[in-house]
């Protein structure tokens, strides 16, 4: 214990950057909790932050850490169950069409570049107030244009809402849950006119007219794509750009440049600190009676509130406001603006406010590349290297430095979320980050300064100039030859452990640190171990995904398409759904078609009448996946329907070492507020599976689960159907 105290009383004055590391935890411990936490978790976690405070408060160095590791990790707990309690509200529990009436929150595009309109004070039609969800995304199909939607109107339209789709596959992204924290019960389209019921209401309808006048504005004096992206990194308005210049952004590594975060955040607040800051000291009598930097930080601080409220306030500008407020509020107080603390500050900031937001990619990667930046020019600055160069040699380095280093931080996180690498990212940003912070930021800030005595235009010319040559560089770089490569998920321990060490590779200091990179090889080197499910199928039973000889191979060339995408982009594979239901693996015409595998024979049966044909398919195969809903269960014949699937959510199948079939279901058998189950009912996990099993139905919650009960005393388990070698001689081969 001595050397740890003596290690700890050493790095008193760094322990702080910790706190973010604890807090991290507690709200990893909340979202993986099995089931909804209850009231005696949360006084547990209650309990265990007055017990970390006091040891916080001994004078022993090893209890105090400890007491402080604890309190942070029980307040990440605790922060993010009340923050579940302040966004809950119903989610609908049943595919609805019919009116709907609401206010517009937010404008924006889909990822079918349609438009899509975010409404709360929702009415629905034959829906109680208690079961109307707080509120609802629509995507606008059909002749539209007879209403410009603006938020704070209020309208009215003819939909068809569902409640928000968990994970297409076990593991995969939750969008329920990142609905949920949203307050997004349910989402749809509509193909009729969305027509305006009220008008604009609401101090926010203001400021989303100056922000839209901007928008409009900016397009009108630089037409086409430069105009448009333009106005996107000043207002947020993306519906001006099109998807080739956006697929050419993203496959370029420079679809950040879109995004209103934290690059543009601080590159605006700091021309405008700089620019305050030199302007004041190029005044003698001002300089000498004014503290310059303060008030620098001020001005910078409300042009950053600006450049907020104008945005729109989406989460990436909120994050990159709290971190910007931070720094900037360390200058009003005389400390380092830039630092460890400072970031650490930034991100127990935002996990008390938005604690969710830690396991979503923009979270991991900014604060991932703001770290890493930090700790990489403190590094140069503390050995002098910089200093070493060539006056006209350093800018080049820190150049280079700042988005190789920021690049390496987050090409992990990136390639975990998203399934891609950008080959010639880093080519890309060091051709178009730096004119971002030496042209388009000042340019812009200086065209908003002369806006209001009508002498914008030659500042939005330069501004034209480098948003041309942004442009120029994605689409120039996204036509190379493999400029994507595409990269399979990763086993679920990855993510965790680059993120350790990266954080012990970072926050430590001396050799110790060695220890974060040893973790950060291990995590690369063990990058495929998991491997990637044999048979991947469907909420519905609509679709099936199975490996072949040719990679995956689907059962369908069209359906359940955005499964099929996901799964296909998981595998690191470039194939559509059409081509890959073109490759070896299934025999058999439409709507029954047979394959095998683990020596296994199996159907999938879809379309009109497939449940008549169950009885005898089921005398030829094992296993029957079945679109729909089976009214008798042959024996001696595993059927998977969607009575089924309704309780599991869409299944992964890996074979066995010991021969079998080993499934894995979505759903957890403890479900959360934001899956939906239970909530006509009320009911909580406990309660809802208790019925369940009173009703003869059975969840897959886990791998090697088995479905007993609904076929009776035939089959006892998935388990054992599927390893079953009697129907597996002589099946149609794949």
């Not at 966004?87 to 595919?95: I, K, S």
């Not at 630092?339 to 008390?352: D, E, F, K, N, T």
């Not at 009911?683 to 003869?696: I, P």
Request: aromatic share 6%.
């Amino acid at each position: 214990m001595g050397g740890v105290g003596a290690w700890l009383g050493a790095e008193r004055g760094r322990l702080f950057v910790w706190v973010p590391v604890g807090m991290g935890l507690g709200i990893a411990l909340w979202l993986s909790w099995p089931g909804e936490p209850g009231a005696g978790a949360y006084g547990a976690a209650f309990g265990l932050a007055l017990a970390g405070l006091l040891a916080w408060r001994s004078p022993s160095v090893v209890a105090g850490a400890a007491g402080a590791a604890v309190l942070a990790a029980s307040v990440g707990f605790l922060s993010i169950g009340a923050r579940s309690d302040r966004v809950a509200g119903p989610v609908l529990a049943f595919r609805y069409h019919g009116p709907v009436e609401g206010r517009v929150v937010e404008v924006d595009r889909s990822q079918s570049d349609r438009l899509r309109l975010t409404l709360d004070h929702v009415v629905l039609e034959r829906v109680p107030p208690d079961r109307t969800p707080r509120r609802v995304r629509v995507s606008l199909h059909g002749d539209q244009g007879f209403v410009d939607p603006v938020p704070g109107m209020r309208v009215m339209m003819t939909a068809h809402l569902s409640p928000p789709d968990g994970p297409v596959e076990p593991g995969g992204f939750d969008f329920q849950r990142m609905a949920w924290f949203r307050s997004l019960g349910a989402v749809g389209y509509t193909r009729t006119p969305v027509l305006a019921q009220g008008p604009p209401l609401g101090w926010d309808t203001r400021v989303t007219g100056l922000r839209m006048a901007i928008s409009a504005s900016v397009q009108a004096a630089l037409p086409g794509e430069p105009g448009a992206f333009a106005a996107a990194i000043l207002t947020g308005d993306r519906s001006g750009i099109g998807q080739p210049t956006v697929q050419a952004l993203r496959d370029s590594n420079l679809a950040h440049l879109l995004a209103i975060s934290g690059l543009h955040m601080g590159l605006l607040t700091g021309f405008v600190f700089v620019a305050i800051r030199v302007g004041l000291a190029l005044v003698p009598p001002v300089a000498l009676r004014v503290p310059g930097k303060k008030v620098a930080a001020v001005v910078a601080l409300a042009a950053a509130a600006f450049y907020l409220a104008l945005s729109g306030g989406n989460v990436a500008t909120e994050r990159a406001f709290v971190m910007v407020a931070v720094m900037l509020g360390a200058v009003l107080l005389d400390r380092r603006a830039i630092s460890l603390r400072s970031v650490a500050l930034a991100a127990v900031a935002i996990m008390l406010v938005q604690p969710e937001s830690m396991a979503e990619p923009g979270f991991q990667m900014s604060f991932a590349a703001t770290s890493a930046l930090v700790a990489g020019f403190a590094v140069l600055r503390d050995r002098g290297l910089l200093r070493r160069l060539p006056g006209w040699a350093q800018p080049v380095a820190m150049l280079v430095m700042s988005s190789s280093l920021a690049g390496f931080a987050t090409a992990p996180i990136a390639a975990v979320h998203f399934n891609r690498y950008a080959d010639y990212g880093l080519l890309a940003n060091l051709a178009a980050v730096p004119l971002m912070g030496t042209v388009v930021i000042p340019a812009a800030v200086v065209a908003a300064v002369l806006a209001p005595f009508g002498a914008e235009r030659p500042a939005l010319w330069v501004m034209e100039q480098g948003t041309r040559w942004i442009l120029g560089v994605a689409h120039t770089v996204a036509s190379w030859p493999g400029a994507v490569s595409l990269v399979a998920e990763p086993a679920g321990h990855v993510l965790p452990v680059v993120a350790i060490g990266g954080l012990l590779l970072i926050l430590l200091r001396g050799p110790v640190r060695l220890a974060g990179a040893v973790m950060l090889a291990g995590a690369f080197a063990t990058w495929g171990g998991a491997g990637r499910p044999e048979l991947l199928i469907a909420g519905d039973g609509g679709l099936l995904g199975l490996i072949g000889p040719q990679a995956r191979a689907m059962s369908a060339a069209k359906g359940n398409g955005f499964a099929a995408a996901v799964w296909l982009e998981n595998d690191g594979d470039r194939a559509s759904q059409e081509l890959a239901a073109l490759r070896a693996g299934f025999s058999g015409g439409k709507g029954d078609r047979r394959f095998v595998l683990g020596g296994v024979t199996a159907a999938h049966l879809t379309g009109k009448g497939a449940a008549d044909r169950l009885a005898a398919t089921c005398a030829e195969v094992a296993v029957v996946v079945l679109a729909g809903r089976a009214d008798a269960r042959p024996p001696g014949c595993l059927v998977i329907d969607q009575t089924v699937l309704a309780q599991t959510g869409p299944l992964a199948v890996r074979l066995r070492d010991g021969g079998g079939w080993q499934f894995a279901a979505t759903r957890p058998a403890q479900p959360r507020r934001w899956s939906g189950q239970g909530q006509h009912a009320g009911a909580n996990s406990s309660a809802v599976l208790a019925g369940l099993r009173a009703r003869g139905t059975a969840l897959m919650t886990r791998a090697a689960a088995v479905l007993p009960v609904q076929m009776g005393n035939a089959v006892s388990g998935v388990t054992a159907a599927a390893a079953a070698p009697r129907r597996a001689q002589g099946g149609p081969a794949p």
